[in-house]
């Protein structure tokens, strides 16, 4: 019995705890007239995206504490995302593709990738109900640190990706002082 705790336990330590506590990889998020800091504490870097009139949202369909998602009613955009440790990402083209492995809608359109401001983006339509949803998913690595974002603009008149562009083309990602 002793044996088995003393294994699980070091199996548990080696697969997947950091040297960090949930409080210091936990989102902090700090808004401000026109903008809203996000970031996590043992990271060295932090995201400034535009306010608009996004709120935070509870809905979390990752269970990680290091996600965070905003939803702009009015505008009928959100973005969401996390922080994770650098040694994680493995390549844009790696998660795009596991991302279309666990979708399950229709499948995207109007596929193409871009680079805006160091992101490596890829830009991409779902069709919802008889209209067009601009999508982007989004992919930084900086300071030892990976940010991935998925931003998208809601089924309205003249939505179209230009809107994902131009907000991701505002977000700024700096180290922390």
């Known amino acids: 019995m002793r044996l088995t705790y003393l294994v699980f336990t070091c199996l548990f330590l080696m ?4 040297s ?3 409080q210091e990889s ?3 998020a700090h808004e401000f007239n026109k903008t809203i800091e996000i970031t996590v504490p043992a990271s060295k870097v932090k995201m400034t995206i535009p306010k ?3 709120v935070k949202q509870n809905d979390n369909p990752t269970n990680s504490y290091r996600y965070f998602y905003y939803w702009d009613a009015h505008a009928q955009l959100g973005i969401s995302g996390w922080f994770e440790p650098e040694s994680q990402f493995k390549g844009t083209k790696y998660h795009w593709n596991e991302f279309l492995a666990r979708w399950k809608g ?3 359109s109007n596929v193409h990738y871009e680079n805006i401001n160091g992101w490596e983006v890829i830009i991409y339509n779902i069709d919802v109900q008889g209209c067009s949803q601009s999508n982007a998913k989004a992919f930084l690595v900086q300071s ?4 991935e974002i998925h931003v ?3 089924c309205k008149e003249g939505a179209k990706q230009a809107d994902v562009i131009d907000f991701i083309k505002n977000i700024v990602v700096e180290n922390k002082a």
């Open 15 to 18: 697969c997947g705890c950091s």
């Open 20 to 22: 960090y506590s949930i």
């Open 26 to 28: 936990s989102i902090t």
């Open 52 to 54: 608009l009139g996004l």
């Open 106 to 108: 229709n499948p995207p």
């Open 144 to 147: 030892e640190t990976w940010l």
């Open 152 to 154: 998208s603009s809601l």
